[in-house]
């Protein structure tokens, strides 16, 4: 159901914040573009609000403006979560940044500060135990509808839910003698990237695909059909997924994304390197991978027995050392 468009925001700089978040929507994607102006949106409905005699770009000062709006998002009830406080002082940021570029107004870009937008807690990675992963396959076996061998197919390529749901029916390539990939669209990070796969994750495909194909909705190059939009399809695996968590007898709730730190650590646990774990998932940088992958203490044994087989064999002449004796006295 698409959403009512909301009045256009009645503020006296309204036009200069919606000229530079336009600026910056030249390089960034539209969703990005919503962001940034349902940021301008928030922080101009404060001003006017809290402080309706601000209706110059050079009156905007960090106290009590710019202060003041941040002890509003503080405060709201319920709190409002980290990672969106983070994105709303971000955009503000670098519409700030903009604007003091393009409006000449140099303070602007001073009246955000790095130390206001606050840290992410660090939180471990979050693969599923063994029972648990054991349990939830079990699940999806024995339901075996397009729901299910969706998950399966998540689960054994770490592809991110939303990846999932843009694969097209063709996504299955041969890279060689009975050797197979799978081609993952634009992702979270606008790249593509090619999985190996093994015969069962080909099997899944082609159960997807002959559920597609008795699907009523008319017939096009996706292979999980979308009722309205990606949007609502990725709603309904959600709504599916807590089924089969609640079937399998798992609380609490589990969300989908720790299938992709299971199928990471798994494969850091069977011998595939770094890279290829980075490679594999689809990003960027090695820090974004560590977040995926739990090393636990029987890995780190098995890692410290592999690099040190016997320790006579690192200190070979370990049985001659001794402590040095003490000098003989002259006296």
Same mark, same amino acid.
């Given at each position: 159901?698409?959403?009512?468009? +909301? #009045?256009?925001?009645?503020?006296? =700089?309204? *036009?200069?914040?919606? &000229?530079?978040? !336009? ?38 000062s960090r106290d009590p ?47 955000? +500060? #790095?130390?206001?937008?606050?840290? =992410?807690? *660090?939180?471990?990675? &979050?693969?599923? !135990? ?122 609490p709730r589990i969300v ?76």
């Amino acid at each position: 159901m698409n959403r009512a468009r +909301r #009045p256009p925001l009645q503020h006296p =700089l309204a *036009h200069l914040f919606e &000229r530079a978040v !336009t600026s910056l929507g030249a390089a960034l994607h539209p969703d990005t573009l919503r962001h940034y102006r349902g940021t301008v949106r928030n922080f101009l409905t404060y001003l006017g609000t809290e402080h309706p005699k601000m209706r110059r770009l050079n009156q905007l000062s960090r106290d009590p403006h710019i202060l003041g709006w941040l002890a509003q998002l503080r405060s709201q009830k319920p709190p409002l979560a980290i990672g969106s406080c983070i994105n709303l002082l971000i955009h503000l940021r670098g519409v700030f940044t903009e604007l003091a570029w393009t409006q000449q107004q140099p303070h602007l870009d001073h009246l955000l +500060r #790095p130390e206001d937008v606050p840290r =992410l807690p *660090h939180r471990l990675p &979050r693969p599923l !135990t063994a029972q648990q992963d054991q349990q939830l396959q079990q699940e999806l076996l024995r339901r075996n509808d397009l729901g299910a061998n969706a998950f399966l197919l998540i689960r054994h390529t770490g592809m991110r839910i939303g990846e999932c749901a843009d694969l097209r029916c063709d996504c299955l390539h041969a890279i060689g003698p009975d050797q197979w990939a799978i081609q993952i669209p634009l992702g979270k990070l606008k790249t593509e990237r090619m999985v190996p796969v093994d015969s069962f994750v080909c099997e899944l495909v082609q159960r997807l695909r002959f559920f597609r194909s008795l699907d009523p909705l008319p017939a096009d190059s996706m292979l999980l059909p979308r009722p309205h939009s990606k949007e609502a399809l990725v709603r309904q695996l959600r709504d599916y997924w807590h089924q089969v968590c609640h079937s399998a007898g798992l609380l609490p709730r589990i969300v989908p994304h720790q299938l992709r730190h299971t199928y990471a650590t798994e494969m850091l646990r069977s011998g595939v390197s770094f890279p290829a774990v980075m490679k594999l998932l689809g990003h960027s940088s090695p820090d974004m991978t560590m977040h995926y992958l739990e090393s636990a203490v029987p890995d780190l044994q098995r890692e410290f027995h592999l690099a040190n087989p016997s320790p006579a064999e690192c200190n070979p002449n370990r049985k001659h050392l001794a402590y040095p004796r003490a000098p003989k006295s002259t006296a």
